[in-house]
């Protein structure tokens, strides 16, 4: 028996242990004010700007708010911002804040803020960057007004601010947005609707949110980070609870009320109570990557990078990780998230169909491959890592590769995929890691389709017709330009290897039925969410 | 007695020091960096570069140390990379689920095995004899997580008597804090008390074949009284070292229950802070056990002369 086996033997026995509940345990009771949530990790730290995790990111959403915000069909809308004016040669903005905006700690929000904001931001992050250095200023005109001034045009400049990748634009107060961009804040007031109850928090174990009563909900509808953020109960505790099994039964056992992320291994019984319901969580998914160093042999030859992308299933791959729910699954001949509207399959076809183990080793033969050890990083206390090291170890010595697995953990990984020193002198040849479909929804926040060369992310590919591409897609007017660009970079990025994408993934929340409200989207959404007792 | 206790506690600083030495060293040259971690995935070099002198972990190792110890000396553990509050004060957030973890699995403990293990050695050779001793054997061997699950299951899904997990301060009421510790506890303590009933056994059986057993028993003294008083007392000594070498035990156990149990514990504190190479609060932490097992071998040493008054220091 091994330790999967018990976890499912507990959750089920528990499932089924509950299937005719009535009573409420003698743990229950916490009132239906409180909604008791499971995140997807620990909440180590929170500065949304300094620390980019996504559970970062996902608590900074209820505690500050940002200038737009994206709905559900990935379209920046307004949020903080009663409206905007671009000049007609597109380098002058001129923004003006919703009235009544307030911070938690009772200050009006004023545009001195949004500007210390927007400048703490834009050290840290990619598109932020991107509008620095066009910038010429960046200025307060009034409390509700302020200019950004650029040299050129930057069309994406909603989307930047709008964009619900880490790091999102989160408006702070002047005082705090002042702190060095590399140095973490120490006051947590947003003008979000919720507050931060600092006093409450252990990391590793619990962060409390309260209802912020001064906060107005713009009129519209909700719609992901757009739209009326309503606050439908008083307080919100989030539990970390490092094992699955425990949160499972947690669940069940109606200690807490939602459960971000449960293991697809104990979705079965989940299932199975009748108390709970369970659906995917985040229709955008996630993009398995089986990453090689583009610097070093045999990875520097792109016949050797095309030959495994040859040989590559992605169904092993994908059920290595999700199991056999093909609800959870699909094929992905590309880069960029199914079901968006810049989805390709442009020059997919290498990852299409029956594969070719003989005519990779042939390939792979032809460049010049001759039995090197192949460092192989594999973080295994990250199941999908683990699980996507398992299998790419098994497909490398098919093609007849000599594997130097390194079963590490994710931290080593984190620092030793840094090293740009050749695999034998602590550098590596490949590891594995998965993006957030969010994140690859278009070429701005993804950062692991850019192929840069030395600026490139880990394994530094040199691709200049994918990069042409990505300028193109920045430069484009409308959406059938952008289209066309990302199909081009597509194939450039696929002719190339940027890397070798392993499939589409989805995973699914779980919650308990008298919580109602809760929405699909790439992180969880307080806002709507209510609870009976 | 107390110049040795005395002594005992200013032996104790040499000893840290070298554990000081020792985890700051292991550390520095253990691989993966905090920086990684804090700046994400999608951080360019520059970024981590950046992060990492403001944390000033590129600074040299003596200096790092030095600037560590002068702190300790300061009474100041440092701050969290991640966190940004003082190490001390996440020590003091999980120090009592910790220690009433601790605590209420050592009382179960002597609750249960020093009984346990006197029994067997009165009934040493008999069908009961047998069954504790089995079921020392199936308590050695079963992993923690495996007992903390079934104990979930049982008596938390199935019959809805406890909490899954959590932790309620002592301060919200006795009931609402030793209900969310039973389950734990049980857990954690399984393989402490089939040690400690193992021992007592074999310590009991010893004195039992003791002349001034037979005598007492010559003299009409009841079982009970032979057993607890005289028997037990003189057998007190390996039982209570196995008790004080036990918490190391517990300190590993904890870890594994704190996880299970969604304890907000220490435990749980050292596996966050390792998994994200959170320098300072690794550091503490184990500081922290260091003195802990140091104060705890004193302690035994100091039980003693309670126990057996021929032990003199």
Same mark, same amino acid.
Request: glycine share 8%; charged share 20%; hydrophobic share 45%.
């Given at each position: 028996?091994?330790?999967?086996?018990?976890?499912?033997?507990?959750?089920?026995?528990?499932?089924?242990?509950?299937?005719?509940?009535?009573? $409420?345990?003698?743990?229950?009771?916490?009132?239906?004010?409180?909604?008791?949530?499971?995140?997807?990790?620990?909440?180590?730290?929170?500065?949304?700007?300094?620390?980019?995790?996504?559970?970062?990111?996902?608590?900074?959403?209820?505690?500050?708010?940002?200038?737009?915000?994206?709905?559900?069909?990935?379209?920046?809308?307004?949020?903080?911002?009663?409206?905007?004016?671009?000049?007609?040669?597109?380098?002058?903005?001129?923004?003006?804040?919703?009235?009544?905006?307030?911070?938690?700690?009772?200050?009006?929000?004023?545009?001195?803020?949004?500007?210390?904001?927007?400048?703490?931001?834009?050290?840290?992050?990619?598109?932020?960057?991107?509008?620095?250095? &066009?910038?010429?200023?960046?200025?307060?005109?009034?409390?509700?007004?302020?200019?950004?001034?650029?040299?050129?045009?930057?069309?994406?400049?909603?989307?930047? &601010?709008?964009?619900?990748?880490?790091?999102? +634009?989160?408006?702070?107060?002047?005082?705090?947005?002042?702190?060095?961009?590399?140095?973490?804040?120490?006051?947590?007031?947003?003008?979000?609707?919720?507050?931060?109850?600092?006093?409450?928090?252990?990391?590793?174990?619990?962060?409390?949110?309260?209802?912020?009563?001064?906060?107005?909900?713009?009129?519209?509808?909700?719609?992901?980070?757009?739209? +009326?953020?309503?606050?439908?109960?008083?307080?919100?505790?989030?539990?970390?609870?490092?094992?699955?099994?425990?949160?499972?039964?947690?669940?069940?056992?109606?200690?807490?009320?939602?459960?971000?992320?449960?293991?697809?291994?104990?979705? #079965?019984?989940?299932?199975?109570?009748?108390?709970?319901?369970?659906?995917?969580?985040? #229709?955008?998914?996630?993009?398995?990557?089986?990453?090689?160093?583009?610097?070093?042999?045999?990875?520097?030859?792109?016949?050797?990078?095309?030959?495994?992308?040859?040989?590559?299933?992605?169904?092993?791959?994908?059920?290595?990780?999700?199991?056999?729910?093909?609800?959870?699954?699909?094929? &992905?001949?590309?880069?960029?998230?199914?079901?968006?509207?810049?989805?390709?399959?442009?020059?997919?076809?290498?990852?299409?169909?029956?594969?070719?183990?003989?005519?990779?080793?042939?390939?792979?033969?032809?460049?010049?491959?001759?039995?090197?050890?192949?460092?192989?990083?594999?973080?295994?206390?990250? #199941?999908?890592?683990?699980?996507?090291?398992?299998?790419?170890?098994?497909?490398?010595?098919?093609?007849?590769?000599?594997?130097?697995?390194?079963?590490?953990?994710?931290?080593?990984?984190?620092?030793?995929?840094?090293?740009?020193?050749? $695999?034998?002198?602590?550098?590596?040849?490949?590891?594995?890691?998965?993006?957030?479909?969010?994140?690859?929804?278009?070429?701005?926040?993804?950062?692991?389709?850019?192929?840069?060369?030395?600026?490139?992310?880990?394994?530094?590919?040199?691709?200049?017709?994918?990069?042409?591409?990505?300028?193109?897609?920045?430069?484009?007017?409308?959406?059938?330009?952008?289209?066309?660009?990302?199909?081009?970079?597509?194939?450039?990025?696929?002719?190339?290897?940027?890397?070798?994408?392993?499939?589409?993934?989805?995973?699914?929340?779980?919650?308990?039925?008298?919580?109602?409200?809760?929405?699909?989207?790439?992180?969880?959404?307080?806002?709507?969410?209510?609870?009976?007792? | 007695?107390?110049?040795?206790?005395?002594?005992?506690?200013?032996?104790?600083?040499?000893?840290?020091?070298?554990?000081?030495?020792?985890?700051?060293?292991?550390?520095?040259?253990?691989?993966?960096?905090?920086?990684?971690?804090?700046?994400?995935?999608?951080?360019?070099?520059?970024?981590?570069?950046?992060?990492?002198?403001?944390?000033?972990?590129?600074?040299?190792?003596?200096?790092?140390?030095?600037?560590?110890?002068?702190?300790?000396?300061?009474?100041?553990?440092?701050?969290?990379?991640?966190?940004?509050?003082?190490?001390?004060?996440?020590?003091?957030?999980?120090?009592?689920?910790?220690?009433?973890?601790?605590?209420?699995?050592?009382?179960?403990?002597?609750?249960?095995?020093?009984?346990?293990?006197?029994?067997?050695?009165?009934?040493?050779?008999?069908?009961?004899?047998?069954?504790?001793?089995?079921?020392?054997?199936?308590?050695?061997?079963?992993?923690?997580?495996?007992?903390?699950?079934?104990?979930?299951?049982?008596?938390?899904?199935?019959?809805?008597?406890?909490?899954?997990?959590?932790?309620?301060?002592?301060?919200?009421?006795?009931?609402?804090?030793?209900?969310?510790?039973?389950?734990?506890?049980?857990?954690?303590?399984?393989?402490?008390?089939?040690?400690?009933?193992?021992?007592?056994?074999?310590?009991?059986?010893?004195?039992?074949?003791?002349?001034?057993?037979?005598?007492?028993?010559?003299?009409?003294?009841?079982?009970?009284?032979?057993?607890?008083?005289?028997?037990?007392?003189?057998?007190?000594?390996?039982?209570?070292?196995?008790?004080?070498?036990?918490?190391?035990?517990?300190?590993?156990?904890?870890?594994?229950?704190?996880?299970?149990?969604?304890?907000?514990?220490?435990?749980?504190?050292?596996?966050?802070?390792?998994?994200?190479?959170?320098?300072?609060?690794?550091?503490?932490?184990?500081?922290?056990?260091?003195?802990?097992?140091?104060?705890?071998?004193?302690?035994?040493?100091?039980?003693?002369?309670?126990?057996?008054?021929?032990?003199?220091?």
């Amino acid at each position: 028996m091994d330790r999967r086996t018990v976890l499912k033997g507990l959750a089920g026995a528990g499932g089924l242990a509950l299937t005719g509940l009535s009573a $409420p345990a003698i743990a229950q009771g916490a009132s239906a004010r409180t909604l008791r949530f499971v995140p997807q990790a620990n909440l180590a730290n929170f500065d949304p700007i300094w620390g980019t995790q996504y559970v970062v990111r996902n608590a900074a959403t209820m505690v500050w708010d940002t200038l737009y915000g994206i709905d559900s069909s990935l379209q920046p809308q307004r949020q903080m911002v009663e409206s905007e004016e671009v000049t007609d040669d597109g380098t002058t903005w001129t923004f003006k804040l919703r009235p009544g905006l307030k911070f938690h700690d009772g200050e009006p929000v004023r545009s001195k803020d949004v500007v210390a904001s927007l400048t703490r931001w834009s050290a840290r992050d990619p598109m932020g960057l991107m509008i620095k250095a &066009l910038q010429q200023e960046l200025t307060a005109v009034d409390d509700r007004t302020f200019k950004w001034v650029l040299k050129q045009p930057f069309p994406k400049m909603l989307y930047a &601010l709008a964009k619900n990748n880490s790091p999102c +634009g989160f408006i702070m107060p002047e005082r705090i947005a002042q702190t060095d961009p590399f140095k973490q804040i120490t006051e947590y007031v947003g003008s979000g609707p919720m507050k931060f109850a600092k006093g409450e928090w252990v990391p590793g174990a619990k962060a409390v949110f309260e209802k912020f009563t001064d906060y107005v909900p713009r009129q519209e509808k909700a719609s992901w980070l757009a739209g +009326g953020k309503q606050i439908l109960v008083d307080r919100i505790e989030w539990i970390v609870m490092p094992d699955p099994a425990t949160a499972a039964a947690a669940l069940q056992n109606g200690e807490v009320d939602w459960w971000e992320n449960p293991i697809a291994d104990l979705v #079965p019984v989940l299932k199975k109570n009748k108390n709970i319901s369970v659906d995917i969580g985040d #229709p955008l998914g996630n993009i398995g990557s089986f990453r090689m160093n583009h610097l070093f042999a045999p990875f520097n030859d792109v016949r050797a990078r095309r030959a495994v992308l040859m040989a590559l299933s992605q169904e092993d791959y994908m059920r290595a990780i999700v199991g056999d729910d093909t609800a959870l699954w699909k094929p &992905l001949p590309g880069f960029f998230t199914p079901d968006t509207p810049l989805y390709s399959e442009v020059g997919g076809e290498i990852l299409k169909g029956k594969r070719d183990l003989d005519a990779a080793k042939k390939l792979l033969a032809e460049s010049g491959y001759s039995g090197q050890p192949v460092t192989c990083l594999v973080a295994q206390d990250q #199941p999908i890592t683990k699980a996507q090291g398992d299998v790419t170890a098994d497909l490398l010595k098919k093609l007849g590769m000599n594997v130097d697995f390194v079963a590490t953990d994710w931290g080593t990984v984190g620092s030793r995929r840094a090293q740009k020193t050749p $695999p034998g002198q602590g550098g590596w040849n490949m590891f594995h890691t998965w993006h957030a479909g969010a994140d690859c929804i278009n070429p701005a926040p993804y950062t692991a389709v850019r192929a840069n060369g030395d600026k490139a992310w880990f394994g530094w590919p040199n691709s200049p017709g994918t990069e042409k591409e990505v300028a193109s897609w920045f430069e484009a007017k409308n959406l059938d330009e952008e289209k066309a660009a990302i199909g081009r970079l597509n194939k450039a990025a696929l002719d190339d290897v940027v890397y070798a994408p392993t499939g589409f993934f989805l995973s699914y929340t779980a919650w308990r039925k008298n919580v109602s409200g809760i929405t699909k989207g790439p992180l969880p959404f307080f806002w709507g969410v209510s609870k009976s007792a | 007695m107390l110049s040795y206790i005395l002594r005992r506690i200013v032996a104790t600083l040499p000893v840290m020091a070298i554990v000081a030495l020792f985890v700051f060293s292991l550390l520095y040259i253990a691989p993966g960096d905090p920086a990684v971690v804090i700046a994400g995935d999608q951080a360019s070099p520059e970024d981590v570069e950046r992060i990492r002198q403001s944390l000033g972990l590129n600074r040299p190792f003596l200096v790092q140390f030095g600037g560590w110890v002068w702190r300790i000396l300061h009474g100041d553990l440092g701050t969290s990379i991640f966190t940004n509050l003082p190490v001390s004060a996440m020590i003091g957030q999980r120090l009592g689920p910790t220690l009433s973890l601790m605590i209420v699995t050592l009382l179960l403990t002597i609750a249960v095995a020093v009984p346990l293990g006197v029994v067997a050695a009165w009934k040493a050779g008999s069908l009961i004899d047998r069954v504790i001793m089995g079921f020392a054997v199936f308590g050695f061997s079963l992993p923690v997580f495996v007992v903390g699950y079934m104990l979930a299951y049982i008596f938390a899904l199935e019959l809805e008597w406890l909490p899954v997990q959590g932790y309620t301060p002592l301060s919200s009421g006795f009931w609402p804090w030793l209900e969310n510790l039973i389950l734990p506890a049980i857990a954690l303590g399984c393989v402490y008390i089939a040690l400690v009933a193992r021992i007592t056994r074999a310590a009991m059986l010893e004195v039992l074949q003791q002349d001034y057993i037979r005598t007492a028993k010559a003299k009409g003294l009841g079982q009970g009284g032979i057993l607890f008083i005289h028997a037990l007392k003189n057998a007190a000594v390996p039982i209570v070292t196995v008790i004080g070498i036990g918490i190391a035990l517990l300190i590993g156990g904890a870890v594994v229950t704190e996880s299970v149990f969604a304890i907000p514990g220490l435990g749980r504190l050292t596996i966050d802070a390792i998994l994200r190479r959170d320098y300072p609060v690794i550091q503490g932490i184990v500081l922290l056990f260091s003195f802990v097992y140091v104060l705890v071998n004193l302690m035994i040493d100091v039980v003693y002369t309670l126990v057996d008054p021929r032990i003199r220091y």
